[in-house]
């Protein structure tokens, strides 16, 4: 949303925030003459209506908060239930999205101003909820299961968490770990659920497509439709997201660009970032380039899907719950950084992908400088990716190669060490504060 990566601000958790002064997506488009209108979760914090005053139009739409969803035995951290409509949020989001879009159109029309909308769904973020007409779409018999349900061979363990609670609708949990599955007609019940839940927000989806089409202005409508995660399920003995794994860190990401129609179902080999979404729309649309964002615009790209477009594309995620020794800890399963202080955490993972690799390593966190440390030990994961072109859950990260290619592994992680070097928390902070001197400031993000 704002185009920085979490090194930028030292945001690494769910405490923390950016300043208030931060341009983001909507912010941009509405400065430039745009209404803006926002549904659902597109920011996480604030129910997804952060930094309200400066980024949407409230005046003429309020912001409409997102919602979790709960289940007769289930959360957020997992479970399921078949429900009608009017229980689940996305339904109430997407009756929402609709009368907004309906709103905008109408409005633009009218006066010549451009609108932006965004809409954030909240499934399939568990608990999967799902109406009866959805779980009939799938035969819970026919549904695969991964080849590869443990955690990859010569994997360390610090790469593996347990997320998500593996449960019935019912409630009967199963109990999980690196080298011990669930049995695999409950992996088939999770992924029905599942399944149900991702066909449900593309019906949403389609209902909305349809609303802009009979509104007349879908020639002139750009359409962004990305997740902020992906996801296991089963694969590697993992559940849910939190991780450096590619299954995690790769996401769906398609653009619609009605004037521009040599993109118009092509498929580009560029590695894109979601940092990069923010200036790439701004340029697309035709409005000047946002200052200070870390992301760049792919634009290009759109015109030409079959240029090269970026070589390689990172990320991070920390580690938390082991305060041993790196020796011990790369042999431990961790905690996730959600509600962790910052200065709290353990481990910073980081990875790289390039075309035909993963490479990822993990780091002892500094404290103090709110840095890794780039010269200690650490634990690396080298995982082949030839020939994968996205459409195989299962087939790739199932043997860590760093022993058996010491020469790419050292050319990768020097790579990825440079990097995140040249863009951490640290260097861009300042000297002052790695020092451990109060920053002279008040954002929120430094409380």
Not at 13 to 34: C, E, K, M, Q, W
Not at 39 to 52: D, E, L, R
Not at 97 to 117: H, M, V
Request: hydrophobic content about 35%.
């Amino acid at each position: 949303m704002t185009g920085r990566r979490p090194d930028t601000f030292g945001v690494w958790n769910f405490i923390d925030t950016v300043p208030l002064n931060t341009s983001a997506t909507p912010g941009h488009f509405r400065d430039h003459g745009y209404i803006t209108l926002g549904a659902g979760k597109t920011f996480h914090q604030a129910a997804g209506a952060w930094n309200a005053e400066a980024y949407w139009s409230l005046n003429e739409k309020p912001y409409f908060l997102y919602g979790v969803g709960s289940c007769p035995h289930g959360g957020q951290g997992g479970g399921h239930c078949m429900q009608k409509d009017e229980q689940i949020y996305d339904w109430h989001l997407r009756l929402t999205a609709i009368d907004y879009l309906q709103y905008a159109t109408n409005e633009s029309k009218a006066s010549g101003r451009p609108f932006y909308l965004m809409c954030g769904f909240r499934k399939p973020h568990a608990p999967w909820q799902y109406p009866k007409r959805m779980w009939d779409l799938y035969n819970t018999s026919d549904i695969a299961i991964p080849t590869h349900k443990v955690l990859p061979i010569g994997t360390p363990l610090i790469a593996w968490s347990k997320q998500l609670g593996v449960q019935l609708e019912n409630g009967t949990g199963f109990y999980y770990d690196p080298e011990h599955p669930v049995p695999d007609w409950v992996m088939q019940d999770q992924r029905h659920a599942y399944y149900a839940s991702v066909s449900y927000v593309d019906e949403h989806v389609g209902a909305i497509l349809d609303t802009l089409q009979q509104s007349g202005m879908a020639d002139d409508t750009l359409v962004l439709f990305h997740a902020d995660h992906g996801y296991h399920l089963g694969e590697h003995g993992e559940w849910e997201k939190k991780s450096n794994f590619d299954l995690v860190v790769r996401v769906p990401l398609m653009i619609h660009v009605p004037w521009m129609p040599d993109s118009w179902g092509k498929r580009t080999s560029g590695l894109v970032e979601l940092i990069d979404v923010f200036p790439t729309v701004a340029a697309l649309a035709g409005l000047p380039a946002p200052d200070g964002v870390d992301g760049t615009d792919q634009s290009a790209l759109v015109a030409s899907p079959a240029s090269s477009g970026p070589e390689a594309a990172y990320h991070q995620y920390p580690a938390c719950g082991c305060d041993h020794a790196a020796e011990v800890c790369f042999n431990s399963t961790r905690a996730a950084c959600n509600n962790s202080p910052r200065n709290t955490f353990n481990f910073m993972g980081y990875t790289v992908r390039v075309a035909t690799w993963r490479y990822t390593a993990w780091f002892e966190w500094n404290n103090v400088t709110l840095t890794p440390n780039f010269d200690g030990p650490y634990a690396e994961e080298l995982y082949n990716h030839t020939g994968d072109h996205s459409f195989e859950m299962d087939a790739y990260e199932n043997i860590n190669a760093a022993k058996s290619n010491p020469t790419l592994a050292a050319a990768l992680h020097k790579q990825l060490v440079e990097f995140f070097g040249l863009h951490s928390y640290a260097k861009k902070a300042g000297e002052d504060e790695r020092v451990g001197a109060t920053p002279d400031r008040s954002d929120p993000y430094d409380n």
